[in-house]
């Protein structure tokens, strides 16, 4: 068991993400163990994890990681939409979370 806070429209630190999240998924991966990621709501802080995932753990470009998860039904982009309603330009939302992207795949080819 993981339990990493996220606060509610907003992204994961980096930090917690790729020192303790994306290690755990490996982790269980590795160990062939069932993870079930969530948050209270399940759509956005979820949908971010997952996709971040799907770029760590299986090589997904970030536009086709964020389809799959938007397939699910969850949606990586919410803490972008949110940052509206806190005065926030969404497109810098949208250049965050490809950045934290960007940084799993980095992180998965060292």
Same mark, same amino acid.
């Given at each position: 068991?993981?339990?990493? =806070?996220?606060?509610?429209?907003?992204?994961? +630190?980096? +930090?917690?993400? $790729?020192?303790?999240? @994306?290690?755990?998924?490996?982790?269980? !991966?590795?160990?062939? !163990? *069932?993870?079930?990621? %969530?948050?209270?709501?399940?759509?956005?802080? $979820?949908? %971010?994890? #997952?996709?971040?995932?799907?770029?760590?753990?299986?090589?997904?470009?970030?536009? !086709?990681?964020?389809?799959?998860?938007?397939?699910?039904? *969850?949606? =990586?982009? +919410? /803490?972008?939409?949110?940052?509206?309603?806190?005065?926030?330009? =969404?497109?810098?939302?949208?250049?965050? #979370?490809?950045?934290?992207?960007? /940084?799993? *795949?980095? @992180?998965?080819? !060292?």
């Amino acid at each position: 068991v993981l339990w990493a =806070p996220i606060k509610d429209f907003h992204l994961v +630190e980096p +930090e917690t993400l $790729t020192q303790r999240v @994306l290690p755990f998924l490996a982790e269980a !991966e590795q160990q062939q !163990e *069932r993870v079930v990621v %969530h948050c209270s709501g399940g759509m956005g802080r $979820t949908g %971010h994890i #997952l996709a971040a995932w799907l770029v760590f753990g299986r090589g997904l470009l970030n536009k !086709e990681a964020i389809a799959a998860v938007r397939k699910t039904g *969850r949606n =990586p982009y +919410e /803490a972008a939409i949110a940052g509206i309603l806190r005065g926030k330009n =969404p497109w810098k939302g949208v250049s965050e #979370l490809n950045a934290l992207l960007n /940084a799993c *795949r980095q @992180l998965s080819s !060292e």
